[in-house]
């Protein structure tokens, strides 16, 4: 399941709580239930009945709770998938390369091809495994960008072919409408065959 934004607060609460003895209760009006749904994905932890004395220096608790390794962990993925979601990339300044949009099944070919390359006879273009993972999404248009030279847009076509090849040509057809850029490898010619009655 995805969590809820009252779900994210609640985690949030619990991280600022780690700073002291990491423990949140009752008394920090932290919706019950949804400590208690947290607890049930491993995101969070309840005491032990045991501890709660200890916790509540004199209080009586009906429970308390603290932050997980995988709670903190999902506040930090969350946190930077939002700013990847809102993060704006410059253009870069160098003349040579060029803005390709990709979409997200186009980068996991990319990613596969890349994977390949120990294997591949014909190798990825170099520094196309850079420009992967320095790729930027665009939210509004559901898009990679990624900024290429021409040697890097023919690995690209390079992987389409395959994929082609392997399973749909969608993604060599959107390359080559919308940016002119193919990869056919030329034909073999075969020696032509002996004319009759040759020995």
Not at 4 to 22: H, K, N, P, Y
Not at 27 to 49: D, I, K, N, Q, Y
Not at 154 to 182: D, K, V, W
Request: net charge positive.
């Amino acid at each position: 399941m995805t969590l809820r934004g009252e779900q994210w607060d609640v985690l949030r609460a619990l991280e600022e709580a780690a700073s002291g003895d990491g423990w949140v209760t009752p008394g920090e009006r932290v919706p019950v239930p949804v400590v208690r749904s947290l607890a049930g994905l491993g995101l969070c932890e309840l005491a032990p009945a045991e501890l709660l004395p200890t916790l509540g220096r004199g209080r009586q608790l009906a429970w308390a709770a603290r932050l997980t390794v995988d709670g903190h962990d999902a506040l930090v993925y969350q946190a930077a998938r939002a700013a990847e979601a809102t993060r704006q990339v410059a253009a870069p300044q160098d003349p040579l390369l060029r803005a390709v949009a990709m979409r997200a099944s186009d980068m996991d070919i990319l990613r596969r091809y890349l994977a390949l390359a120990p294997t591949l006879c014909r190798l990825p273009s170099k520094g196309l495994d850079e420009v992967v993972r320095a790729a930027s999404w665009d939210a509004a248009k559901s898009r990679f960008t990624v900024w290429v030279t021409d040697e890097q847009v023919q690995g690209i076509a390079h992987a389409f072919f395959l994929e082609r090849m392997a399973a749909s040509s969608a993604p060599a057809n959107r390359l080559g409408r919308e940016y002119g850029i193919t990869c056919r490898p030329a034909p073999s010619t075969s020696p032509a065959s002996p004319g009759r009655g040759s020995s």
